[in-house]
């Protein structure tokens, strides 16, 4: 079975400007979360959708927003891109509550 | 909140020898998940172990085991005959039990370093 993907693995963008990242979910597996990850502030959540529903958010701005298509997929914009938003961001589906969460690969943004 | 502490940013260990990373967690639920997670310099995060609190037996995953004190909210990793591929990143996470979502509290990160 194939483990979660994410697209594309790395980017490069400039103050201002947008981002969509997205996320393939393992095959079965309902809910994903995307994470920020920095050396500063470690591994922090971001959101998880679950059958097409945000069901919880980190501590982000509102420039942080995502979102699931019925197939499970996901995509994560930031608008107004900020250099404190270069960061790897993350990716994990599961199956349901209780189960195990496997990650993405990562998506590694650079802002300058 | 939930707060997980690894207190130690970094850790060696010689080939096959053993090595304990340590975490410590803040909670006021009863129930909930704790795991380890590695992550190499590839940057993907694995799954290293698992630990539902409710289970008072330790787990173990082949060369890998927890030793969970509850009481001390603590939950520690042993790695039993390390190899050079143990070498990473590991962190420790918790994660809530009940309908509120899939948040992931992670420690701050433990680099383990494998001398030959």
């Known amino acids: 079975k194939a483990g979660v993907t994410q697209t594309p693995r790395y980017l490069i963008k400039t103050r201002g400007q947008q981002v969509t990242l997205s996320c393939s979910p393992i095959?079965?597996?309902?809910?994903v979360s995307w994470y920020q990850q920095t050396p500063g502030q470690g591994l922090q959540f971001l959101f998880e959708?679950?059958?097409?529903?945000?069901?919880n958010k980190g501590n982000f701005p509102g420039r942080f927003s995502g979102r699931q298509f019925s197939n499970s997929r996901s995509e994560m914009n930031v608008s107004t891109l900020e250099l404190g938003d270069s960061a790897l961001y993350l990716c994990?589906?599961?199956?349901?509550?209780?189960?195990?969460?496997?990650f993405g690969p990562g998506t590694r943004l650079l802002v300058l | 909140a939930q707060t997980v502490t690894q207190s130690q940013p970094e850790m060696s260990v010689q080939e096959a020898e053993t090595v304990t990373l340590s975490c410590t967690y803040d909670?006021?639920?009863?129930?909930?998940?704790l795991f380890w997670y590695k992550q190499p310099p590839s940057r993907q995060m694995i799954l290293v172990i698992r630990?539902?609190?409710?289970?008072?037996q330790n787990a173990t995953e082949n060369r890998f085991s927890v030793n969970f004190q509850k009481a001390a909210k603590s939950f520690s990793l042993k790695i039993s005959d390390s190899q050079l591929g143990d070498a990473a990143m590991y962190f420790c996470?918790?994660?809530?039990?009940?309908?509120?979502?899939?948040?992931?509290?992670f420690g701050t990160g433990t680099s383990l370093t494998v001398i030959p």
């Open positions: 994990a589906s599961r199956k349901g509550e209780g189960e195990t969460q496997y």
């Open positions: 095959s079965g597996h309902r809910s």
């Open positions: 959708y679950f059958s097409e529903t945000q069901r």
């Open positions: 909670t006021s639920e009863s129930d909930y998940y």
């Open positions: 630990q539902e609190a409710y289970k008072q």
């Open positions: 996470a918790y994660r809530r039990i009940g309908n509120t979502g899939n948040q992931f509290y």
